[in-house]
Structures are given as structure tokens and as C-alpha cells.
């Protein structure tokens, strides 16, 4: 059975940071590029960052996001992280980590094969 659990979300003031971590188990980890993604109250899921497979040489991100958050993966503990830093009010969402065994540049919202439960990142001002 898969397994993809985040932890790591919480309240935090504008401009601080946070750091995301989504554990698997049950699933050949390193085969799967891994992506954060996040769902704002009363708004559609969207897309934040994305890391490929295997040696997690290639990474992607949002435009809202580049240059703040850093997607990284330790396929040793088969565990990939989303480190958040200048956070702003409109960050505050669900977070949720996905696994994917499609290959390249995919920012869509659906597709992914397998998805966390989520967690809560609130940021205030």
C-alpha cells in the first residue's frame, strides 16, 4: 500500500519560513519525479514545484514561487521537501505532495499517480 504523508505545515508570520517534508513508503521512490502542490479556501488546486526522479536533477516551480521555495529530494529516506522562506499571505493553503511517473515538465493538477492527505500552511500578515 502507498503511503505519501507531509508533515511540517502550520502558522507562521509574513516572511518567514517554513519547511515541508512528504515521506513514501510502498512505492519504488526513486522512479517518481515528486511534485508540492496547493489548494487556496475557494480556489483551485495549482501547481508549486515539481523534482524529477532518480537523481532529482531537474526542478521546477511556479512562477509565484521561484526564488522563495527549493524542492529537494533524499531518495535515501525516501522523503521529498519543500523549503518555503519569505512567505506571504497568499502562500496560506493545503499542501500536498504527489508522485508521478511521468517523465518532464508537467504542471497540471491531476494525472499524478499517488497523493498525500495534505497539510496546512497559514500565513498571516
Known amino acids: 500500500q502507498v503511503q505519501l504523508v507531509e508533515s511540517g505545515g502550520g502558522l507562521v508570520q509574513a516572511g518567514g519560513s517554513l519547511s515541508l517534508s512528504c515521506g513514501s513508503s510502498?512505492?519504488?521512490?526513486?522512479?517518481?519525479?515528486m511534485a508540492w502542490l496547493r489548494q487556496a479556501p475557494g480556489k483551485e488546486r495549482e501547481f508549486v514545484a515539481r523534482?524529477?526522479?532518480?537523481?532529482?536533477?531537474?526542478?521546477y516551480y511556479a512562477d509565484s514561487v521561484k526564488g522563495r521555495f527549493t524542492i529537494s529530494r533524499d531518495n535515501a529516506k525516501n522523503t521529498v521537501y519543500l523549503q518555503m522562506n519569505s512567505l506571504k499571505p497568499e502562500d496560506t493553503a493545503v499542501y500536498y505532495c504527489a508522485a508521478d511517473l511521468r517523465f518532464g515538465l508537467i504542471t497540471t493538477t491531476d494525472g499524478y499517480n499517488y497523493w498525500g492527505q495534505g497539510t496546512q500552511v497559514t500565513v498571516s500578515s
Open positions: 523534482i524529477s526522479g532518480w537523481t532529482g536533477s531537474s526542478t
Open positions: 510502498g512505492l519504488t521512490f526513486t522512479g517518481y519525479s
